[in-house]
Antibody, heavy 124, light 107 residues
Framework: EVQLVESGGGLVQPGGSLRLSCAAS????????MHWVRQATGKGLEWVSA???????YYPGSVKGRFTISRENAKNSLYLQMNSLRAGDTAVYYC??????????????????WGQGTRVTVSS | DIQMTQSPSSLSASVGDRVTITCRAS??????LNWYQQKPGKAPKLLIY???SLQSGVPSRFRGSGSGTDFTLTISSLQPEDFATYYC?????????FGQGTKLEIK
């Protein structure tokens, strides 16, 4: 079964750090770009970071310089190191696989597999 | 950054109705548009990718269309399990922005 399972969430004080993990199974992890997406309670989806198969990384301005995405293909694992956490980072964090749909020489990214999410609460 | 705007933000409909949700991008994104469905307490589920391609296992009553800046998701005959929140997302460039969501409720 193709599956992503997140872990590492919890309560952390403002300014603190947390490392999220995402364990992949049922597919060739190293062949896919991977993403983190978050959702604050009652709010919409916010893309947080991406890592390509070559290890290239991408971030939105809201987390750039504070969050670091990484992967360990030998362990089929994705990580998100979150530093200098703020109250506004409180959310459920999902890891997601980029299906990388290709046809006729063009490729479209879409998040086809999602984990169940892990909750991060930043509060004193 | 590309801004994605969905309308309406919420929608009430009945089982069997045909509904349409609209998504507009702040600049042309060709066909780099995805649609997701999310139910309370669950992760999002991919419905449509590349604007109009149905994800495997998704019922054919879901249809995506559009290109450039204007896109639509149509559900041809609402089923009870379709009441959820729907999000569009552009995959043309990073950041991979989402629309704000459309909550589809039972009338």
């Amino acid at each position: 079964e193709v599956q992503l399972v997140e872990s590492g969430g919890g309560l952390v004080q403002p300014g603190g750090s947390l490392r999220l993990s995402c364990a992949a199974s049922g597919f060739t992890f190293s062949s896919y770009d991977m993403h983190w997406v978050r959702q604050a309670t009652g709010k919409g989806l916010e893309w947080v970071s991406a890592i390509g198969t070559a290890g290239d990384t991408y971030y939105p301005g809201s987390v750039k310089g504070r969050f670091t995405i990484s992967r360990e293909n030998a362990k089929n694992s994705l990580y998100l190191q979150m530093n200098s956490l703020r109250a506004g980072d409180t959310a459920v964090y999902y890891c997601a696989r980029d299906g990388g749909y290709c046809s006729g020489g063009s490729c479209w990214g879409a998040f086809d597999i999602w984990g169940q999410g892990t909750r991060v609460t930043v509060s004193s | 950054d590309i801004q994605m705007t969905q309308s309406p933000s919420s929608l009430s409909a009945s089982v069997g109705d045909r509904v349409t949700i609209t998504c507009r991008a702040s600049q042309s994104i060709s066909s780099y548009l995805n649609w997701y469905q999310q139910k309370p307490g669950k992760a999002p589920k991919l419905l449509i990718y590349a604007a109009s391609s149905l994800q495997s296992g998704v019922p054919s009553r879901f249809r995506g269309s559009g290109s450039g800046t204007d896109f639509t998701l149509t559900i041809s005959s609402l089923q009870p399990e379709d009441f959820a929140t729907y999000y569009c997302q552009q995959s043309y460039s990073t950041p991979r922005t989402f629309g704000q969501g459309t909550k589809l409720e039972i009338k």
